[in-house]
C-alpha cells in the first residue's frame, strides 16, 4: 500500500474531485462533519478555517493505494477502516476529515481530505507531509495485513536479480565461446540470443 499526501489551498475542489461519480466514488469514511455533499462538506471545513487566516494550504489531501490485488479483496467498509487507520496514525483524528473510494480503474484507491485547521485554530503541521503519508500507509498495511510497499519492491528487485543473472550467463557463454574482439559483433552476438544491448 502507497500513501501520497500534500497541503492544498482549494478544500472544494478537492473534496469535489474526490467525490466524483463518473470515478465511481463512494464515501467511505467521515469524521467530525454532518454534511454528504462537497458543497456542504467544503462549509464545514471553511467554518473551522476561518479561525486561522494566515494558513494559506488548510487542506491536506491524502491518496493511499492498495495494491491492485489487496483493492480487488477490499471491502467499503475495510476501506473506511483504512482511511480511519491512516489518520489515526497521522494523528488527525481530531481534525475534520472524509474519504472516498475510486473504483473507476483496476487500482482501487481511496482520496482522503483533513481539514489542517484543528478546531483549536492551530495548523497542523505538514512538515515532510509526504514521507509521513508513505510510513503511515505502510504501518496501516502491516496491521491490516495488506502488502506493504517494501514487499512490492523485494519482489521487483528478486525478479531482476533473476533477469541479470541469465544476461550475466548469456554474456559469459558469448566472450567464452566466441571470444569475440568487436563490439558490433558482440551486439549481433546478444541478439542471438535475445538480448538487446543499448550502447550508451
Request: proline fraction near 2%; charged fraction near 30%.
Given at each position: ?82 482511511a480511519e487507520k491512516f489518520l489515526k496514525e497521522m494523528n488527525l483524528r481530531e481534525h475534520q476529515a ?103
Amino acid at each position: 500500500m502507497i500513501g501520497k499526501g500534500r497541503s492544498i489551498s482549494n478544500a472544494g475542489a478537492a473534496i469535489s474531485y474526490g467525490c466524483n461519480k463518473e470515478k465511481e466514488a463512494e464515501m467511505v469514511y467521515s469524521q467530525h462533519i454532518c454534511g454528504i455533499e462537497p458543497s456542504e462538506i467544503t462549509e464545514e471545513f471553511k467554518i473551522v478555517q476561518s479561525q486561522n487566516h494566515r494558513c494559506e494550504r488548510n487542506t491536506l489531501s491524502f491518496a493511499i493505494s492498495p495494491t491492485i490485488e489487496d483493492g480487488r479483496d477490499l471491502s467499503v467498509e475495510s476501506l473506511g477502516e483504512v482511511a480511519e487507520k491512516f489518520l489515526k496514525e497521522m494523528n488527525l483524528r481530531e481534525h475534520q476529515a472524509v474519504a472516498y473510494v475510486h473504483r473507476d480503474k483496476d487500482h482501487t484507491h481511496v482520496h482522503v481530505y483533513a481539514n489542517r485547521i484543528g478546531f483549536d485554530g492551530t495548523a497542523y503541521n505538514d512538515s515532510f507531509i509526504g514521507k509521513q503519508s508513505q510510513l503511515a500507509a505502510e504501518r496501516v498495511a502491516q496491521e491490516m495485513g495488506l502488502t506493504t510497499v517494501r514487499e512490492v519492491q523485494q519482489e521487483r528487485l528478486a525478479e531482476l536479480r533473476i533477469v541479470r543473472e541469465q544476461i550475466r550467463d548469456i554474456h559469459e557463454k558469448v566472450m567464452q565461446k566466441e571470444r569475440i574482439k568487436d563490439f558490433d559483433k558482440y551486439i549481433k552476438a546478444m541478439q542471438q540470443r535475445e538480448v538487446t544491448v543499448i550502447p550508451s
